[in-house]
């Protein structure tokens, strides 16, 4: 089966539902290690690689927050965050610090599997690769290149480590050179989510992804261009 090579950690500080989502998962294939704190989950995450992480928000010492804050300082890892309901401002919190979707607790465990395969399919360049097209989905501009079917980045010919959504952002940007987008539009069209004054979501991901792109390429780095008083667009520098 395709997904028998995905490794999942699961962080949850209750083990009933690690217990179920371990459950569900295994009867996909994929293999699952778990972590009862976040502590625990973050010494995991660095010093292994996993294919995806499904991260409980509310633990006691070191949060889904916080672990997902600093493992983003050495990973683009896909992240689930698992949270309660009537934690919004969590929710906002998390998707800042680079998380790239969100599960509301209770959940359906049936729900969690489509979640999770879909960030896999996203995030994973040999799904994309196995699938069967007949032209390749490959924008090109000079300093930069986008494999949309490998979700592969390479700035002047060296590759760029994205996070899922940090990749989505590019490459829907990319998709509309020149075109202006406002952070609403954004927030709907690469999150899939609405929030109310909480814009800085969007901020915050073409910082970091503008960081990425200036550590390989300086040339790349700047077509992600701000229209003050507006919002973002693409801009393509000339070779």
């Not at 950690?9 to 371990?22: G, H, M, S, T």
Request: charged fraction near 35%; charge should be negative.
């Amino acid at each position: 089966m395709e997904n028998t090579s995905s490794k999942i950690l699961v962080v949850d500080d209750e083990e009933r539902i690690r217990r179920l989502l371990k459950m569900y998962l295994e009867r996909e294939e994929y293999i699952i290690e778990e972590a009862e704190n976040g502590e625990q989950a973050l010494a995991k995450a660095i010093s292994e690689d996993y294919d995806l992480i499904l991260l409980d928000l509310m633990m006691p010492g070191l949060d889904g927050i916080e672990v997902c804050r600093q493992l983003r300082e050495k990973k683009a890892t896909p992240i689930i965050m698992l949270t309660a309901k009537g934690e919004e401002t969590n929710r906002v919190q998390g998707f800042e610090v680079g998380t790239d979707d969100y599960i509301v607790k209770p959940f359906s465990p049936r729900e969690v599997v489509l979640r999770v395969k879909a960030l896999l399919r996203r995030s994973s360049p040999t799904k994309f690769l196995q699938t069967e097209t007949s032209t390749k989905d490959i924008i090109v501009f000079p300093h930069l290149s986008i494999d949309n079917d490998a979700h592969r980045v390479t700035a002047d010919g060296k590759d760029v480590s994205l996070t899922p959504k940090e990749y989505e952002l590019l490459y829907f940007l990319a998709k509309a050179p020149d075109k202006v987008f406002d952070r609403e539009q954004l927030l709907k069209e690469v999150w899939h989510y609405e929030f109310f004054g909480d814009l800085r979501t969007v901020d915050t991901h073409v910082k970091r992804l503008r960081e990425k792109l200036n550590k390989v390429s300086v040339n790349a780095a700047k077509m992600i261009v701000t229209v003050w008083g507006v919002g973002y667009k693409f801009e393509v520098v000339p070779e």
